[in-house]
Antibody, heavy 122, light 107 residues
Framework: EVQLVESGGGLVQPGGSLRLSCVAS????????MNWVRQAPGKGLEWVSY????????SYPDSVKGRFTISRDNARNSLYLQMDSLTAEDTAVYFC???????????????WGQGTLVTVSS | EIVLTQSPATLSLSPGERATLSCRAS??????LAWYQQKPGQAPRLLIY???NRATGIPARFSGSGSGTDFTLTISSLEPEDFAVYYC?????????FGGGTKVEIK
């Protein structure tokens, strides 16, 4: 079964850091581009990072650029999101999501994890 | 940044009725527009990619159309399990962006 399982969420104080993980199974992880998408409570979806299959290309929106870092370990079938300088506006459920297979560049997200909740509060 | 505006915000319909959801982009996204369905407490599910291609396992009652800046998701005859929130998303330019969503509720 194709699956993504996130972990690492929790309560963190403003200004703090957190590292999320996403473990993939059921497919050849190293062949797929990956993303993180978040959803604040009761709100819509916001894309927060992308990484190419080899890990040499990343992209972020301005809202997290310079604070969040996406990475991957293809040998461990794992995707990561290092989040620093967190604020209350970063409170959300964070999903990892797989790109549809494509030649290169971003695509639609065909497989999603169940999400992990990050709460930034004092 | 490409802004995607979805309308209406809420659509109240009965099972068996046709649902028409709109997504308008602030600039052309060519054909690179996807649609997702999300139910409470669940992750989004990909329905349609590149305007009109159904994702694996998606029923034929879901269809997508449009190009450039105006796109439509049509559900030909609503089933009870189709009542949910629907989001559009563009992959034409960075940053990738989503629309604000349309909630399809039971009338």
């Amino acid at each position: 079964e194709v699956q993504l399982v996130e972990s690492g969420g929790g309560l963190v104080q403003p200004g703090g850091s957190l590292r999320l993980s996403c473990v993939a199974s059921g497919f050849t992880f190293s062949s797929y581009e990956m993303n993180w998408v978040r959803q604040a409570p009761g709100k819509g979806l916001e894309w927060v990072s992308y990484i190419s299959s080899s890990g040499d290309t990343m992209s972020y929106p301005d809202s997290v650029k310079g604070r969040f870092t996406i990475s991957r370990d293809n040998a461990r079938n794992s995707l990561y999101l290092q989040m620093d300088s967190l604020t209350a506006e970063d409170t959300a459920v964070y999903f990892c999501a797989r790109d549809l297979p494509s030649v290169s560049g971003p695509d639609a997200f065909d497989i999603w994890g169940q999400g992990t909740l990050v709460t930034v509060s004092s | 940044e490409i802004v995607l505006t979805q309308s209406p915000a809420t659509l109240s319909l009965s099972p068996g009725e046709r649902a028409t959801l709109s997504c308008r982009a602030s600039q052309s996204v060519s054909k690179y527009l996807a649609w997702y369905q999300q139910k409470p407490g669940q992750a989004p599910r990909l329905l349609i990619y590149d305007t009109s291609n159904r994702a694996t396992g998606i029923p034929a009652r879901f269809s997508g159309s449009g190009s450039g800046t105006d796109f439509t998701l049509t559900i030909s005859s609503l089933e009870p399990e189709d009542f949910a929130v629907y989001y559009c998303q563009q992959r034409s330019k960075w940053p990738l962006t989503f629309g604000g969503g349309t909630k399809v509720e039971i009338k």
